[in-house]
């Protein structure tokens, strides 16, 4: 059954996130919708809400924000998936973006939808999955709020709606796992007919050698930080060796940049977003990654998705088993109403100047703005 929740301001009792800014706020405040509207978009930037601590989420239920802009499937898996660019609604209320990227990423919440339900199949449990319904003219949900929501208030609130149920699953996979693996969905246009993995490097920081990349200060950037940190295996081999996240779901069909048959993608190349640094680098315990995928056999058919889901499902059953140390089985505890959103410490997301910088003599090349999906 679908719940609408956090119909409006009123409504929320809110936890301020103040994750862009680097801190934490533990401030509780609640907003007052004629308070929310004389403080405008500067307050609500300064203190960002999350969305949904008004209820508890249970396993398997639908929940909405405003206007259902903004969708949460809650779970108990270790699981979290978004789609931050599947939405294809237009209401009138939200204007039209007039910079940024408007690209819609065809079908890819449908494509969540399809994972969601294989892995409930194979395990009897639910991932969490979070979609945007707004078409990215009206709402970019994998940017900071600035150029997201182009100041509108409506905007700004479906936003902190998509960012704060996120971050509720996050402390919920936390509380229940110990530990989980995060991945933010999306499509690409390119030609090369490969899942492009955004693991926050560039295709020019991917060129070089194991070594290079194995060393400071990749693995500390990487949306794999918190498993690299657990120095299981060379960083390199977590990007690109025989047990990567690449080699796996190319295992299972799926040609795959980075892997072992593409060590070094070419550009262009999506390598993560403002979502993968937000919820998988700056989200330990989770880790996590960014999927862009090509059209043609992946997203294009239910056919075809329901095959890639059932990949991927194979994929994150040995990956989550061998990487994170977390198993799709039964949480430990019966399903219970969930955590609050998320009061992690968290860091900014805002990119790396581009360039290259040389530190103790070596060859240091930072991520640049660029190919953010
Ligand atoms: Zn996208």
Redesign the pocket.
Known sequence: MALEIAANCEAIRAKACAWQHGRLAATIIRMHPFRAVALGSVALLLFPLTAATAGDYHPGQTYFGREKYIEYLAGDLPVILSA??GGREKPDELPDREAGTF?F?TN?QELARAVAEELHKRTGHWPHVIICRVH?RKLDC?REIVEAAAGNPLAEQAWMEFQGFIDAAHATVARQHGRGFYIDL??HGHTEQRCELGYLHSAEQLALSDEELSAPPYPAESSLKAIAALGRLPYAELIRGPNSFGALLEQQGFLCSPSPSNPHPNAPYFRGGYNTARHARDAAPVAGLQI?TNSRGVRDTAESRNKFARALASTLETYLQMHVGVSLVPPRKPAVPQAAPSSRPVQPATPPPGGRLFRRGRRVITAGPDFR?
């Open positions: 931050p660019h690209a990423d890819t990215r994998n999306h499509a862009e999906s």
